[in-house]
Nanobody, 119 residues
Framework: QVQLVESGGGLVQPGGSLRLSCAAS????????MGWYRQAPGKQRELVAVISSGGTTNYADSVKGRFTISRDNAKNTVYLQMNSLKPEDTAVYYC?????????????WGPGTQVTVSS
């Protein structure tokens, strides 16, 4: 079982920055992929950014060049640095871990953290 807890959300003005953190209850070196997803009101949850255990990253086109995902294995934490925030970035942001265990893939989700971009 993997427990994830997000933090760092809040209210920010357009053009501002926030850094989200996702702390895992296990060593993230044992987790194959960790990622950030978001869900805006009335919309489906969508991928924002993912990072593999080897450090390979992938981003949604809408955040490329503005958001950066990183991981600190010593702290069992994954970060999402968000710069040049736009009102359309407003959403609940969720951390997800995908773990291969005994031949099966398991997904784990955090409870989410609210990000609101507004003047």
């Amino acid at each position: 079982q993997v427990q994830l807890v997000e933090s760092g959300g809040g209210l920010v003005q357009p053009g501002g920055s926030l850094r989200l953190s996702c702390a895992a209850s296990v060593s993230i070196s044992t987790i194959n992929v960790m990622g950030w997803y978001r869900q805006a009101p009335g919309k489906q949850r969508e991928l924002v950014a993912v990072i593999s255990s080897g450090g390979t990253t992938n981003y949604a086109d809408s955040v490329k060049g503005r958001f950066t995902i990183s991981r600190d294995n010593a702290k069992n934490t994954v970060y999402l640095q968000m710069n040049s925030l736009k009102p359309e970035d407003t959403a609940v942001y969720y951390c997800k871990a995908k773990r291969l265990l005994l031949g099966s893939l398991y997904d784990y989700w955090g409870p989410g953290t609210q990000v609101t971009v507004s003047s």
